[in-house]
């Protein structure tokens, strides 16, 4: 009985390990390819997808042209850029503004459609998310979280009101070449963690348990939402990627939790 005693103890404490360390990132990631995979996920594509979808055509039909209008004027003071462009022209090459001013237009509007899409997945998609890991995956998780529908709101709308603020704010040191990759990348990986890792867990875990879990696994939250923003670099992702993030997410908060819960017998 002793000896059952203690190989239960050692698998359990492997367990914690490893949802500690990053190689619970890498447990996330295949489980949410797994889960991804099933019907009803593959179903709560469609919703993220199209309110960006909507949100975006919506966006440039409404403030394309005077956006455009707005940085053409702005971008007519700009001493250095005009340089540019005359230098440009004058070998016979094409008018850098021409192409600028559109490309910047799309850089400020279909950003916003994608955090909208996004803000809809951690209100909407998640609780759908973490009811089929419940019942697939993390059976016997009892859900301790306290007015989960407030917390989530709240949060989805002070990180997406940060994202759209900071993205715009630095938006002009893109010309500044290594930002121009660096920045959007932060950017995102601000948005997938900061919403999601809230979401993740706000229905199950208890505000102790949560201040726990996000003080202990900070960075692998943080990294988990560099690699998702790292992967939403390339457009085809767009699709799923709403969806595949809350599943990763998901995956690891409750496996985190799972653990934590563990420990805490342990210690008992």
């Known amino acids: 009985m002793a000896i059952t005693s203690n190989s239960n103890l050692t698998i359990r404490r492997q367990a914690s390990s490893v949802s500690r360390g990053f190689a619970g990132i890498g ?3 295949r489980r949410a390819l797994v889960s991804q995979c099933h019907p009803k996920m593959l179903l709560a594509i469609f919703m993220p997808l199209l309110i960006a979808v909507l949100g975006a055509i919506l ?10 209008h707005w940085l053409d004027t702005q971008a007519s003071g700009w ?8 230098w440009m022209l004058a070998i016979g090459l094409f008018s850098i503004k021409l192409y600028l001013v559109p490309l910047m237009a799309a850089g400020i509007l279909l950003p916003v459609a994608g955090i909208m899409g996004l803000v809809i997945a951690a209100i909407f998609v998640m609780p759908i998310v973490l009811r089929h890991l419940e019942a697939r995956d993390y059976a016997g998780l009892k859900r301790q979280g306290q007015f989960s ?30 930002l121009a990759l660096v920045l959007p990348v932060l950017w995102w990986a601000f948005a997938f963690s900061g919403m999601l890792k809230v979401d993740a867990v706000i ?26 923003s790292l992967i939403n670099l390339f457009p085809p992702a767009w699709i799923i990627l709403p969806v595949f993030s809350a599943l990763v997410f998901a995956h690891y908060g409750l496996e985190a939790l799972r653990q934590l819960r563990l420990e805490s017998i342990i210690d008992v």
């Open 27 to 29: 447990l996330a990631f």
């Open 59 to 68: 966006l440039l039909w409404g403030f394309w042209t005077p956006l455009t």
């Open 79 to 86: 001493g250095v850029l005009n340089h540019i462009d005359q």
């Open 149 to 178: 529908t407030a917390v989530s709101v709240w949060n989805a709308v002070w990180v997406g009101t940060v994202f759209a603020v900071g993205w715009l704010l630095t938006m002009p040191l893109w010309l500044i070449p290594p």
């Open 203 to 228: 229905e199950h875990a208890s505000a102790q348990e949560r201040r726990i879990l996000w003080r202990r696994h900070k960075k692998q939250f943080w990294l988990i939402g560099l690699c998702l």
